[in-house]
């Protein structure tokens, strides 16, 4: 007994929609997986950036904290102080540290020893103000009080597209 095997070819026809319809899925997942990886991209750069601002804040404000006599121009190892309203313009309409361009920066800004990333981050200290304390009544025979600083960095990440500017405020009793 012989048997015929008759095959029209329904196998074949029922991977190849399947192979297809797997190939669809795929590749429309792929648009979605590209765009998550830019994502990712973008928030390491940013972190890299807030990193290096930050670690520009810490190095101005331990600057300040091992300054021993109240500083003019300058700390005792060559930090630049600038004065009170020295970096600002009085035409900027947004903060003075939002407008100033690179150029600026590289000349008025402290370079601070942070590496990693695309260019080393930058801090400015501005000499804000003296503030005498007022405990006692009447005249006070001794000058006491606090010096205050602001201090704005600038950190650029992983590219130079990635910048953050941090700003804080730190005291000192001299």
């Known amino acids: 007994m012989i048997i015929k095997n008759k095959q029209y070819g329904l196998v074949l026809i029922t991977s190849l929609i399947l192979i297809f319809v797997l190939a669809l899925a795929v590749s429309s997942n792929i648009g979605g997986i590209l765009i998550d990886e830019k994502i990712i991209a973008n928030q390491k750069d940013h972190f890299i950036a807030l990193e290096a601002a930050e670690a520009a804040l810490r190095e101005a404000e331990n600057k300040l904290i091992n300054q021993q006599v109240e500083p003019t121009n300058t700390l005792e190892d060559g930090t630049k102080v600038l004065p009170n309203g020295a970096a600002e313009n009085e035409n900027d309409t947004e903060a003075w ?34 503030v005498q304390d007022s405990l006692v009544r009447g005249q006070q025979r001794d000058k006491v009080g606090r010096n205050f600083y602001r201090i704005t960095a600038k950190g650029s990440g992983g590219t130079s597209t990635a910048k953050v500017i941090l700003q804080t405020t730190f005291t000192k009793r001299y």
């Open 97 to 130: 540290c939002l407008v100033r361009n690179d150029d600026w920066w590289q000349i008025e800004a402290n370079i601070s020893s942070f590496t990693g990333a695309s260019s080393p981050p930058q801090y400015i200290i501005e000499d804000l103000e003296y």
